[in-house]
Each structure stands twice: as C-alpha cells, then as structure tokens.
C-alpha cells in the first residue's frame, strides 16, 4: 500500500467513525439533550438558560477534546456569554477558529403542530423537529462529534490547532461580539475560519459560502397629531398617517418589488459571482415556497436576486389596533423594513438616502431610524482555501459543491472577516425549508448523517493540507501588497500593516 493508499484509507475511517456517530443514535441523543436547553435570547427571562448551556453543555463537550475552556462576560448583553475555547497542539503548526451560536429565537410553543414541542427532538421519518435543531444546535453538534471522530483516529492529534468562540446572543443581533473579539484578538488570532449556519442551497447539495448579505433594519413613522379622530365626522380632512406612510414605502419599490432609490441599489453583478451562481437552482425542496418569477430586480435569475443583488422588505406595518379597528383615523403609523445588501453597497448611508428620497418625493412626515444594521462580507472565490474546501467536500461526497459568494441571510462574517481578519468559509448543514426561526423547526436526519461524514473530511484533511495552504496563501498575499505598495508608494501604511498583521496571526 502506498503512502496516498494509506492516507485515504484512514480518511475513511474517520469518516466510518463518525457516521457511526449517527446510526448509533449519539447525535440525536446529543441533540435531545442541547434542544432541552431553553435558550431563548429574546427572552430575558432565560439569561440562566444561556449561561447553563454554555456551563452545562458546550464547556464539558470541548473540555473532553482536549480543550482549554473559559467563559467570558458580555460587556453588551449582559445575559448573552460567550466561550473561548483553544487545543494548542504547538503554536507552530496552524490554527483553525470555529464558531457556533447556542441561542435559538422564541419557541412560540401554542404555535407548532399537534405532537411537537419545541424543547424536545421528534422524529417523523427523516425531519427532527425541535428549536434549534437546523439553527444552530444541530449544526455545531455535527461539527464537534465529527471533529471528536478524527481526534480518535489521529490518536488524539490532528496536526493543528483549533480555537472556538461561541454565543449566545446571535438571534438577537449578536451584541458585543465585535467587541470580545477586538478585546480577544490575540488570543482568536488563527490562519483561517470554518463554520456552519443557515441552509445549503437544496438538501441534496453540500454547499460552502463565503460570507454573507449585510442587513440594515430601520423604521418607517408617520406621527401626524395627538389621539385618535372619528373617521365619520373627519374621514376626508385629516391626513391619515398610514395613507402616507403606504406611498412614501411604494416610492421605495416598484410595483414588481425592485429598488428604485439609486443610493440603495448595489454595484453590478459581477461575471465572477454570475459564474459562480450558474448552476445553483433556488426552492427546489418540497415545501419550500414557489418563487414569483416577476417579483425583483428584472434581468436577473432568482438565485442571482437572492444571493447577488438587495432587496428592501416591509416586515412589519402597523397603524391603530389591527385586532380590534375602530372607526377612527389613527394619529401614527410605523413600519418596520429591512434591507438586505451586498458587498460594494453604501450601507453606512441608508438613513440619509431615504430621507433624501422622501424629501424629493413630499414625503417629509416620514421619520427615519435605524435600529439594528451587520455589514456584508464576502471571501475571494479565488482565495486558495475556496478551492480546497470543494475538492475535500467533492472526495468526500462524490457530488459537486455548491459555491455560494455570500449567504442570502446574514450572520456575523464581519467580526471574522474584518476584525480578526481572516478567510472565512461557510459549511451550512441546514436546507432552505428547515422552518428556520418558525414553528415546526427541524433538521434533516440525511443532511446530518452527510454531514458529519463531510466535516470530517474536513477536520482530517486540514491535517494533511493547513500548513501548505496557509504558506501559498501568504506568499500570494504578500505578493498582492507588495505590488500595490510598489504602484502606490503613498498609500496608506496603517491599512497595508494591518494587512500584514493578518497574515502573521499564530
């Protein structure tokens, strides 16, 4: 047998190992046990919960790999913790951040159908159902039993280092976050990162994506006057706020949902990303909605007005008591949207290029705010590591990946991508209708059982290539900086040291 020969051969027992995790029953007894948790973020009421899953559960999991584990204080949300976590084989070899998220939204337990529950895994054929199974318990469940499985067959050392960061507050906009690993920099400071969230493209497609769409929310408020007026004896005199509000939003969109103020409106899709987006096919899962082939931006397919393009969602509109109307017209009116962007976006300007359209337009009632804005990210497809991670997931699986530039959602990239600086990849073990954030969430058992088989190719492969990969990537990097350094001589030295910075992490 040759060294190759023998190589593959014990890539595939650590991949037999770990599907073993789950026809042996452990991952869904570890998923029972995770789902019990009522991490509930937007409830205040369980700040205990969060902390005990991160006591109880995720710091007693790492502390048996081998792990060295504290949990930190948020200096933001006081109720949301974070763990950081590091195996440090030797500070030599390459390190690897992974990162999870043990919070879920809220149960909304009256809401889920007849013999589910929320905090408890039901099995119906290959659906999990439970809060949390598809996001994110589940998916951090699979990447730790797989990353257990090659530690076994490695005896116990996977040839790099591993660092985790893990919260609990993602599902409410991930609060200081930024902040911690600022302040933590040093002690994150890793060659790349490797993650799972949100849906693959279908379930039957592995998918890696790069980053993700940055997300601005914002309301919208009409205040007009001081309480309520009769609609009979004032209907016809009195501008009715929600009247106002309803066109200023229109003046935002055409009628087929497209954007039309020009400051919202993104750079053009780039022949990189078209490519890329090509043989990527958008709600092909049963249940998963039909698409309204004429809603958005015209010129585009759906997965490119989805993954490539933003879009401008009204979540919320509200004026007077929708449960109980009365015959008045009602003195306020506020809706809540969203707009989700790309990179290349002015996103730090959305306030002012929406008061300057409803300026424009007449519209000088409508207050602006915004509440809650993520950046968008989004790795090089060409970066060395983008290729590495398809080829493991193609060996492991015999299927072609897809390859997503950017998430559609958001998630946290920037604080990745950005602040410590590193390539980032995106392994999702989810499917786009997993009721993600709704009643009747639930995990594929299938897409669990691949995986676990697909994360660990993954971990067993970052033994073979991390060191290799990490070299040509800083040679090719170095190489990029030294060429703009040498075409322009005056550029900025903070932004080029900060770079290079980057790349000596660890």
């Known amino acids: 047998m040759t060294a190759n020969q023998a190589t593959d051969s014990a890539r595939q027992q650590a991949i037999a190992r770990v599907l073993d995790v789950y026809d042996s029953g452990q991952l869904l007894d570890d998923l029972r046990r995770r789902v019990g948790f ?142 911690i690993c600022a302040k933590e920099r040093a002690a994150l400071a890793s060659d790349l990162f490797i993650a799972s969230d949100g849906p693959r493209v279908s379930a039957e497609r592995p998918t890696v994506f790069l980053g993700s769409r940055g997300g601005v929310n914002f309301d919208l408020t009409v205040d007009l006057r001081e309480g309520a007026h009769h609609s009979g004896n004032w209907g016809g005199v009195l501008r009715n706020p929600a009247t106002v509000l309803a066109h200023a939003i229109a003046s935002l969109v055409d009628r087929r949902g497209a954007i039309v103020v020009d400051g919202l409106r993104p750079p053009p899709v780039s022949d990189t990303v078209r490519r890329a987006l090509a043989d990527i096919e958008l709600g092909g899962d049963e249940h998963a909605p039909a698409i309204d082939p004429d809603w958005g931006e015209p010129g585009l397919t759906p997965t490119e007005r989805v993954i490539a393009w933003n879009t401008l969602e009204v979540l919320a509109f509200k004026a007077g008591n929708p449960d109980a109307p009365v015959n008045a017209i009602p003195p306020v009116a506020r809706a809540t949207c969203q707009l989700r962007f790309v990179v290349g976006t002015d996103s730090m300007h959305v306030a002012e290029h929406l008061a300057a359209h409803f300026a424009r337009h007449g519209f000088n009632e409508v207050q602006v705010t915004v509440t809650r804005s993520a950046a968008a990210t989004r790795l090089d497809p060409k970066d060395p590591w983008v290729d590495w991670v398809l080829a493991s997931i193609s060996t492991t699986t015999g299927k072609k990946p897809a390859l997503l530039p950017n998430l559609g959602g958001t998630v946290p990239n920037d604080v990745f991508a950005d602040t410590l600086g590193l390539p980032t990849l995106w392994v999702p073990h989810s499917y786009p209708a997993c009721s993600q954030h709704a009643p009747n969430e639930h995990l594929l058992g299938s897409v669990a059982r691949e995986a676990l088989g697909v994360m660990a190719g993954i971990w067993w492969d970052l033994g073979e290539d991390a060191r290799r990969i990490a070299n040509v990537r800083a040679a090719r990097v170095g190489t990029s900086l030294a060429s703009s350094a040498a075409a322009s001589p005056s550029s900025s030295s903070a932004s080029t040291s900060f770079a290079v910075a980057a790349l000596t992490q660890s």
């Open 38 to 179: 009522r991490t509930e973020s937007q409830n205040p009421e369980q700040a205990g919960a969060l902390h005990a899953y991160l006591a109880g559960e995720i710091a007693p999991t790492l502390t048996r790999l081998g792990f060295t584990c504290r949990i930190a204080a948020n200096a933001i949300a006081e109720r949301a913790p974070f763990l950081i976590a590091e195996r440090i084989e030797d500070p030599a070899l390459p390190t690897v951040l992974t990162y999870g998220h043990g919070d879920v939204v809220r149960g909304y337990d009256d809401q889920w159908r007849t013999g589910l529950a929320p905090w408890q895994v039901t099995v119906v054929g290959d659906r999990w159902y439970g809060r949390g199974s598809a996001d994110n318990k589940g998916q951090h469940s699979i990447n730790f039993a797989a990353l257990s499985a090659v530690l076994d067959a490695r005896d116990g050392k996977l040839g790099y280092n591993v660092k985790v960061i893990f919260e609990m507050g993602e599902e409410i906009g991930s609060p200081g976050l930024a902040e």
